[in-house]
């Protein structure tokens, strides 16, 4: 692990400013035998083009696109290498160039970063991002085995080929260190998945309750089953721009800043470090917390922490002009493979500081309407489903998290939610107590894409640019 020098930590300039305009998915199921790879990425692609309100026709919008990046976890999964290219002369964009990008389960974030600079550098005017994952094509057991070769297959895989194993004891360190009560991660999963209730994409959308939630079976200690994500089929994409065209496509065009942080594989094998501050703290803020992990032979990141997380929200609040997360930030989606990713996220990227995420969860505030005030939450999360509820269609998912994001800026999120045809279409009926989870007038929002037990992340930020 590098020590840094002042190169290390320069804040990411890029030439020109990165636009996305427009969004598409499809729905997210365990199983989709009646589409092939390519058509569940058509999906996706069509309702980007055709559905987002765009100024010019679906065509014209095409005929723009300069590249094209594509994010998929494992070949595996379809027994078919290099799918971007089926996926690419599927779609009509051969012969222009494309590339294919994995970083596990941050791929879908990484895809939309290397996009991002294409159009950053002036490669591309138009380029799309779309990434998918196909994993109903094994056996459950055969796609744990697939994922949790994404860990250091020296130590962690020795754990079990499951990535709760490899969650368990940093969800157990994390609930030692900062004497987490198993109730908050509950509620965690209770509000995830209550809010997939109102998705037409979602795949496990369920109203439970946190008893319901700590009586269920144990996956790995002390994580349960409503606690985890599944695994999931579909696809999901946005078109990036530069700020000529994104005003010549849409009149809400929004804003990206997007950078990524990583650290080793090998959780166990984390060098301490001091915490990188993020604009609105200092070292007096964590003075408490260094003393309080001394006494229990704590350190930073440790087990309890993701150092690629903060890497990448130090980089790009910089970027973005971030001051003061909770006040700056409208919304956020977290990387919810696992409630305990949740709640360590919260404090990774400053909505709280570390050691007082559960209190973040407790004071309603991650909630769109504050439970405990009755109030808005003042940086609603996961209002998507996030993973627990709505996908984890792990090429995908950071795309997906950008798209639900970005459709909340534009104030879209009953237009891509409550439908009923776009229900229909999915073979499922809009639920009579359907609620629109729309923020009232929001103009920043956060998206995580997150891989393994934190080995690469990024952080994108989007602001409305109207």
């Known amino acids: ?73 494992a070949d595996h999964f379809q027994d078919q290498l290099l799918c971007e290219a089926k996926v690419h002369d599927y779609i009509g964009l051969d012969p222009l160039g494309n590339v294919g990008i994995k970083t596990g389960g941050a791929t879908g974030g990484s895809t939309l970063l290397m996009g991002a600079t294409t159009i950053a550098s002036g490669l591309s005017d138009c380029t799309l991002v779309l990434g998918w994952e196909r994993m109903d094509e094994v056996k459950t057991w055969t796609g744990n085995f697939y994922i949790a070769s994404a860990a250091c297959k020296d130590f962690e895989t020795r754990l079990a080929r499951n990535y709760a194993s490899y969650y368990a004891p940093m969800a157990r360190r994390f609930q030692e260190m900062y004497n987490v009560d198993e109730r908050v991660r509950a509620a965690i999963a209770v509000k995830n998945r209550g809010y997939a209730c109102n998705s037409p994409y979602a795949q496990q959308s369920g109203k439970h309750t946190i008893d319901e939630v700590l009586n269920g079976d144990m996956v790995s200690d002390p994580l349960r089953f409503l606690e985890c994500c599944a695994m999931s089929v579909g696809s999901a994409c946005v078109l990036l721009c530069s700020e000529e065209l994104a005003y010549k496509f849409t009149d809400k065009p929004v804003k990206l800043s997007i950078a990524g942080g990583s650290h ?91 050691g ?45 998290q950008a798209d639900e994001v970005m459709w909340q800026l534009q104030g879209k999120y009953d237009k891509f939610h409550g439908d009923p045809k776009l229900w229909e279409r999915y073979g499922k009926k809009k639920p009579a107590d359907w609620e629109s989870l729309q923020v009232a007038n929001p103009r920043r929002g956060l998206a995580i894409s997150h891989a393994g037990v934190g080995s690469h992340v990024t952080c994108a930020v989007m602001e409305k640019a109207w």
């Open 1 to 73: 692990m590098i020590e840094f020098h002042p190169g290390n930590l320069r804040i990411p300039k890029w030439t020109r400013p990165v636009y996305m305009v427009a969004a598409g998915m499809s729905d997210f199921r365990k199983r989709y035998p009646e589409k092939k790879l390519e058509e569940l990425c058509m999906m996706a692609f069509r309702m980007m083009l055709e559905e987002n309100d765009l100024k010019v026709d679906p065509l014209e919008a095409k005929g723009h696109i300069n590249f094209a990046c594509y994010g998929e976890f």
């Open 264 to 354: 080793t594989l090998r959780t166990g094998d984390r060098r301490p470090m001091r915490i990188p501050l993020l604009p609105n703290e200092t070292e007096e803020s964590y003075k408490k917390l260094y003393k309080d992990m001394e006494k229990q032979d704590g350190r930073w990141p440790g087990f309890e922490s993701f150092g690629a997380t903060r890497m990448a929200a130090y980089l790009v609040y910089r970027m973005a002009g971030i001051k003061v997360p909770i006040e700056d930030l409208d919304l956020v989606e977290t990387h919810d493979a696992f409630t305990i990713s949740d709640l360590q996220t919260y404090g990774d990227v400053g909505l709280t500081l570390y």
């Open 356 to 400: 007082e995420e559960q209190e973040y969860v407790r004071s309603g505030e991650c909630y769109l309407k504050n439970p405990n005030t009755g109030k808005p939450g003042k940086c609603p999360a996961n209002l998507s489903g996030g993973l627990l509820g709505t996908m984890h269609a792990v090429g995908a998912t950071g795309i997906f």
